[in-house]
T-cell receptor
Framework: GAGVSQSPSNKVTEKGKDVELRCDPI?????LYWYRQRLGQGLEFLIY????????KSGLPSDRFSAERTGESVSTLTIQRTQQEDSAVYLC????????????????FGPGTRLTVL | AQSVTQLDSHVSVSEGTPVLLRCNYS??????LFWYVQHPNKGLQLLLK????ATLVKGINGFEAEFKKSETSFHLTKPSAHMSDAAEYFC????????????WGAGTKLIIKP
């Protein structure tokens, strides 16, 4: 079956422009996560969606960042007025969440979107 | 607060020799611990996970890790390195009560010399 897909794979934009990144999770996965990975660093949690619950936005670094998810399918991460420090790989992951402890459920990652802000 | 320290940013070993990637964590509760691997231009893949069962955890591709509470460590090992093991490896921790949030180490790049 298909894994997690993300688009675009690469995005180059100018400082101050808005960008929209897309994630298609694995069908049937109720949990969806967005992470940011700066060069040479680990993953930084951004936001988490679980079913119809309110998303956990505690990792979003500023109000320029927002994300939406339609039901249990596609999610979009929007960055407004991009800055050079936003340059990174943005990773999306999904998991089944078959138990109450989501951390026990394996997260399946997409290939990421490499964002470069000039 | 949770944190993860991967003690080496780069590890270089010869093909056929043992691999040791070190990870120390801090957690106020009994943690869940994971190792993920990221091959160049590929997505992240789960290698293994510890969730309070056996302290020695076996993963894919011959890797294993041992949870040592007294040392707050979760080091990743493999008896014999293969060229295909060259990748970035991430140690990840999650508290029992943090539910979904995974805290990631900075990563260790494993280099395999022929």
């Amino acid at each position: 079956g298909a894994g997690v897909s993300q688009s675009p794979s690469n995005k180059v934009t100018e400082k101050g422009k808005d960008v929209e990144l897309r994630c298609d999770p694995i069908s049937g996965h109720t949990a969806l996560y967005w992470y940011r990975q700066r060069l040479g660093q680990g993953l930084e949690f951004l936001i988490y969606f679980q079913g119809n619950s309110a998303p956990d936005k505690s990792g979003l670094p500023s109000d320029r960042f927002s994300a939406e998810r339609t039901g249990e399918s596609v999610s979009t991460l929007t960055i407004q007025r991009t800055q050079q420090e936003d340059s990174a790989v943005y990773l999306c992951a999904s998991s089944l969440v078959t138990s109450g402890r989501a951390s026990y459920n394996e997260q399946f990652f997409g290939p990421g979107t490499r964002l470069t802000v000039l | 607060a949770q944190s993860v320290t991967q003690l080496d940013s780069h590890v270089s070993v010869s093909e056929g020799t043992p691999v040791l990637l070190r990870c120390n964590y801090s957690s106020s509760y009994s943690p869940s611990l994971f190792w993920y691997v990221q091959h160049p231009n590929k997505g992240l893949q789960l290698l293994l996970k510890y969730t309070s069962a056996a302290t020695l955890v076996k993963g894919i591709n011959g890797f294993e890790a041992e949870f040592k509470k007294s040392e707050t460590s979760f080091h990743l090992t493999k008896p014999s390195a293969h060229m295909s093991d060259a990748a970035e490896y991430f140690c990840v921790v999650s508290d029992m009560d943090s539910n979904y949030q995974l805290i990631w180490g900075a990563g260790t790049k494993l280099i395999i010399k022929p």
